[in-house]
Nanobody, 121 residues
Framework: QVRLVETGGGLVQAGGSLQLSCSAS????????MGWYRQAPGKQRELVAQ???????NYGDSVKGRFTISVDNVEKTGFLQMNDLKPEDTAVYYC???????????????WGQGTQVTVSS
């Protein structure tokens, strides 16, 4: 079964760092564009960062200069490095990516299960 598996969330003090990982599992031919989103309680899900299959990146205004998205296409894993974390970064973080399953080769959109990031002041 093809899916995205997230790891790396947790509790950190303001000013600290965390790295989230998102790995494609199952029979995956290739990993395409990937994005990270977050949703805080009572708020809509918002884009944090995204990377195209060609390596172009885009960030939400609130995380520019602090967060970095990267993708290892060989390992079919994406990363979100989060530095200088602030209490307002507290949310459930979700990865989203296009995966081409081995049996079809057709890029299909998948979501990870979400991982909690809590930043204490």
């Amino acid at each position: 079964q093809v899916r995205l598996v997230e790891t790396g969330g947790g509790l950190v003090q303001a000013g600290g760092s965390l790295q989230l990982s998102c790995s494609a599992s199952g029979s995956v031919l290739r990993l395409g564009a990937m994005g990270w989103y977050r949703q805080a309680p009572g708020k809509q899900r918002e884009l944090v960062a995204q990377a195209t299959s060609m390596g172009a990146t885009n960030y939400g205004d609130s995380v520019k200069g602090r967060f970095t998205i990267s993708v290892d296409n060989v390992e079919k894993t994406g990363f979100l490095q989060m530095n200088d974390l602030k209490p307002e970064d507290t949310a459930v973080y979700y990865c989203n990516a296009f995966l081409a399953p081995l049996d079809t080769g057709i890029p299909t959109n998948y979501w990870g299960q979400g991982t909690q990031v809590t930043v204490s002041s």
